[in-house]
């Protein structure tokens, strides 16, 4: 029997799938850079303030609208207009059709493999209540899509 993944689309899946499919990297809680001139995407290595470096998860992730209301839920609905995120997502490789990476923890069954592989924002990121000038921490990494 196939995954649901690659039975089902984006759409069809339920809250529980939907959630699974997060690989926890925590790129998409980033701060992103848009040049006015240009419209061109710059990621930062400054993360959310609810971003845990230990174990790239949020700390407040069912109420996280209440401390950062700016947050972005990616949801079924939305994902085709959230070009900010890596293509190393797996929302987003789902989304293009590309499937699962063989790092993510639904294919390796391990969830530490990401970090191990260098694919996740832990050991790289500074809390964005530390930075003074976001400017000055753009980075290329969260940027490359490691199979």
């Not at 689309?9 to 980033?30: H, R, V």
């Not at 989304?95 to 990476?101: D, F, K, N, S």
């Not at 923890?105 to 930075?131: Q, W």
Request: hydrophobic content about 35%; proline content about 3%; glycine content about 6%.
């Amino acid at each position: 029997m196939k995954p649901f993944w690659e039975t089902k689309s984006l759409a069809e899946m339920t809250t529980e799938e939907w959630e699974l499919l997060c690989d926890g990297c925590g790129k998409c809680c980033l701060n992103k850079l848009i040049d006015d001139d240009t419209e061109e995407l710059y990621y930062t290595n400054v993360a959310c303030k609810l971003l845990s470096a230990k174990d790239c998860g949020c700390m407040h992730y069912q109420n996280r609208f209440q401390f950062v209301p700016q947050c972005t839920a990616i949801t079924k609905d939305n994902i085709a207009e959230l070009t900010w995120l890596p293509d190393s997502c797996a929302y987003r490789r789902i989304h293009a059709g590309r499937g699962l990476a063989q790092w993510h923890p639904l294919i390796s069954g391990d969830k530490k493999l990401m970090h191990r592989k260098g694919i996740s924002v832990k050991g790289k990121i500074v809390s964005e209540i530390k930075v003074r000038d976001v400017e000055d921490h753009i980075v290329l990494w969260p940027m490359l899509d490691v199979e």
